[in-house]
């Protein structure tokens, strides 16, 4: 490929990079002044949040609405729930042998702070509020992304029932979800810019913090996220679709990574995996659902970081991390409070103190551990993101067989 090839295939991520090391860069430059740039990043990301909902809602309501095959409905969630669950599962049996060979909270030491938290939730109610909301208007929230995806399978089905695509409500769902998209397009446009001023307020505001106590748990959990990327999702790839698979999915998992990065949002970045799931083949109907399900219940990264997150508290407070039952239940923990993640910063706090009530923590364990995850965010948000295009593409071949990639025309995008 020629340099005006590159230049039209690569153009919006070269321009995504480029505007965040720039937003970096200033960042270090200007320390804590570059805070004046946060409006600019922070109008960006409010378009992106406030168009998620609509998008989600619409896209799932309109995927369901148009199958006329109920039983292809069940396939798609049937073969998401295996799919979510073996993938966390194999992100878990990683992080277990990374930190018993490189304990995360060696020759660390950590003052103990004040921290008072909350009582937990109970499991019964946890489900019960990650589920369902108690009024209409709560639907309209991002915070409730669960929520909003049970009322949007109860609304596509119902729409299937009364005459589906070719009923009125099924056009107008249809010409909405068109329209949507447009909008989606208009605001990524404004990404490099956002992004870039993003960056640079949260680099001049914590960067002096990125190293210290902390730094041996960085060194370890980075490159184990570097690893899962080099190994696991070139696997995944490969049992989608094969070679022509993997080659699809280093092409276009750039996009989403890198918006997931800087955003530290697994919704912030829906609208990025859909165009990447679009261009790589996957039907729409299977992304569609798969998607906004995925930024809420597919995080492979949080695993990862929540079984890192424990072994380093069971180090800081000097208590032995082994044993199958000790293990078992730790991966147990790491699949649950990555499923009550919100997607969006900081709705990792919910998942930490998960992490402190069921292992009987004392209170002060969960500001060590909440400055863990804020350092380890960006890459565990790049991994549940992107890990949701990707899982993606292993359900449509669940779904659709082994040669799915190269039918209806897919081959060629």
Request: aromatic fraction near 10%; charge should be neutral; include cysteine.
């Amino acid at each position: 490929m020629n340099m005006k090839n590159i230049w039209q295939s690569y153009k919006f991520p070269l321009l995504l990079v480029g505007g965040i090391l720039a937003g970096a860069l200033t960042g270090v430059i200007m320390g804590e002044k570059a805070a004046v740039l946060a409006p600019v990043g922070q109008i960006f990301l409010n378009l992106m949040f406030t168009i998620v909902v609509p998008m989600v809602f619409i896209s799932i309501t309109a995927a369901v609405g148009n199958m006329v095959n109920m039983k292809r409905l069940g396939r798609i969630l049937g073969s998401l729930v295996v799919t979510f669950v073996v993938t966390g599962v194999f992100a878990a049996a990683l992080v277990l042998v990374v930190v018993n060979i490189w304990k995360p909270a060696a020759n660390t030491v950590i003052e103990m702070g004040n921290a008072e938290m909350g009582e937990a939730a109970s499991i019964g109610n946890m489900i019960v509020g990650a589920l369902t909301v108690n009024d209409f208007s709560g639907l309209m929230s991002r915070s409730n992304m669960l929520p909003i995806i049970v009322f949007a399978i109860m609304s596509g089905l119902a729409v299937s029932w009364c005459g589906g695509e070719e009923s009125p409500v099924g056009r107008l769902l249809n010409n909405l979800n068109n329209i949507v998209m447009k909008i989606v397009d208009m605001i990524m446009k404004l990404a490099p810019i956002g992004l870039g001023a993003y960056f640079a307020s949260l680099v001049g505001e914590f960067g002096p913090q990125l190293i210290g106590d902390y730094g041996r748990t960085m060194a370890i959990y980075y490159p184990m996220c570097a690893v899962y990327v080099l190994i696991f999702f070139p696997l995944y790839s490969w049992f989608a679709a094969g070679k022509p698979g993997v080659s699809r999915m280093f092409k276009h998992i750039f996009n989403p990574a890198v918006t997931a990065f800087a955003t530290q949002s697994s919704v912030a970045t829906l609208p990025v995996n859909m165009e990447a799931c679009r261009k790589i083949g996957v039907p729409d109907d299977i992304y569609n659902i798969v998607l906004p399900m995925g930024a809420t219940m597919h995080m492979d990264g949080s695993v990862l970081s929540a079984i890192t997150k424990i072994a380093f508290l069971y180090g800081v407070f000097q208590m032995e991390f082994s044993g199958a039952g000790t293990y078992a239940m730790a991966v147990a923990v790491a699949i649950l409070s990555a499923f009550v993640l919100s997607g969006a910063p900081g709705g990792g706090l919910v998942g930490e103190m998960l992490i402190v009530s069921l292992f009987g923590f004392p209170a002060e364990a969960f500001p060590l551990i909440a400055t863990i995850g804020f350092l380890v965010d960006p890459a565990a948000t790049c991994l549940n993101a992107s890990g949701d295009t990707i899982a993606s593409m292993i359900i449509a071949r669940l779904v659709e067989g082994k040669g799915w990639l190269l039918s209806e025309g897919r081959g060629g995008r």
